[in-house]
């Protein structure tokens, strides 16, 4: 079956998709819908990342990093807010940006 989605997509789309698909089918299985679990024993094209790491900011390069932006107009505070956000909240770039203000409204009420 993944060996479709293989010619369509890239190996970390496939893996992605088949553990959504054999999340659903656990689930079915605890809820009793199924008796075993077909997809368990699939697994989908090995992907090594050997690159690419992300670094991880030490402590004291936050501030250092978010001080030495300019704030001069105020499209520089919008990128220093956001940056502030995004390290301190540890959100990824497309979460971020998908934020509306109710987002961070509810959160504190």
């Known amino acids: 079956m993944w ?3 293989a010619n369509t997509y890239a ?12 999340m659903l089918i656990a689930w079915l299985v605890i ?20 690159e690419g790491k992300t670094t991880i900011l030490d402590e004291h390069e936050v501030p250092e990093l978010l001080e030495s932006l300019s704030t001069g107009k105020l499209s520089d505070l919008s990128d220093r807010a956001i ?25 504190r009420q």
């Open 11 to 22: 190996a970390p789309s496939v893996k992605q998709h088949l553990a959504a698909l054999n």
């Open 31 to 50: 809820g009793q819908v199924m008796s075993f679990n077909p997809a368990a024993s699939v697994h989908g094209p090995k992907h090594v990342v050997r």
């Open 83 to 107: 940056l502030g956000f995004m390290v301190y909240s540890f959100a990824r770039v497309s979460a971020s940006t998908k934020m509306q203000v109710k987002d961070f409204l509810s959160a």
């Open 3 to 5: 060996r479709n989605l």
